[in-house]
């Protein structure tokens, strides 16, 4: 069974400062991971993606997150936040089959001025 | 060319009324999903389609009855709406033996029933 547990539903930084979401997986196969990105009244977009290799996936908008197993951590990161990086963020993860598919709870991202 | 279309995009309307949204996409997968988007921006599977078959039926009340078509196409029929209901619905499409994919999401249907 697979879940995801994203710690904090709601994270404010201020414009410039180091953004850090926090991802906990739990697989009983090596998962692949993902961070989706919700903007206000949009769709989910695929920020980035770990399926195999190496273990610090770069996506869009500087976003970056890295594939830990021993922490079964995949926390997304960016180095200085935008105020158009504030929106809705969702970490999730599969198996092997595309209908196995977990989202976390979502972790709302404000950026203050 | 949007890989993912839902429309309509918004849809108010009374209680008690019967209503449909319909999900195309054109990335050539075999699986098709409806997801609800609560209040709390919260994502919960309702159904989905494998190759027009239903695999994933969550616990929805049976007012909500999915119809696909074919593989490209997944529809949502809601009958005797109720407040209850207003919310986001996402139509999302996957390969099934391809997890690494990951989902591709349609833009939603804002729900608003009055």
């Known amino acids: 069974a697979q879940s995801v547990t994203q710690l904090g539903s709601h994270v404010s930084v201020s414009e410039g400062a180091l953004v850090l979401l926090r991802c906990n997986y739990s697989s009983s196969v090596p998962p692949y991971l993902f961070w989706y990105v919700q903007y206000p009244n949009q769709g989910l977009q695929l920020l980035l993606k770990y399926t195999t290799g190496a273990t610090l996936v770069k996506g869009i908008n500087g976003f970056e997150a890295e594939f830990k197993k021993s922490e079964t951590s995949f926390h997304l990161t960016k180095p200085s936040a935008h105020m158009s990086d504030a929106a809705e963020y969702f970490c999730?993860?599969?198996?092997?089959?595309?209908?196995?598919?977990?989202f976390g709870t979502g972790t709302s991202l404000t950026v203050i001025p | 060319d949007t890989a993912v279309s839902q429309t309509p995009k918004y849809l108010v309307t009374q209680m008690g009324n019967d209503k449909s949204i319909k999900c195309e996409q054109n990335l050539g997968h075999d699986t098709m999903y409806w997801y609800k988007q609560d209040s709390k921006k919260f994502l919960k599977i309702m159904f989905s389609y494998n190759n027009k078959e239903l695999i994933i039926n969550e616990t929805v009340p049976n007012r909500f009855s999915p119809k696909s078509p074919d593989k490209a196409h997944l529809n949502l029929h809601i009958n005797s709406l109720e407040l209850g209901d207003s919310a986001v619905y996402f139509c999302a499409s996957s390969q099934m033996d391809r997890g690494s994919y990951g989902y591709t999401f349609g833009s939603g249907t804002r729900l608003t029933v009055v």
């Open positions: 999730a993860v599969s198996g092997n089959t595309g209908n196995q598919f977990y």
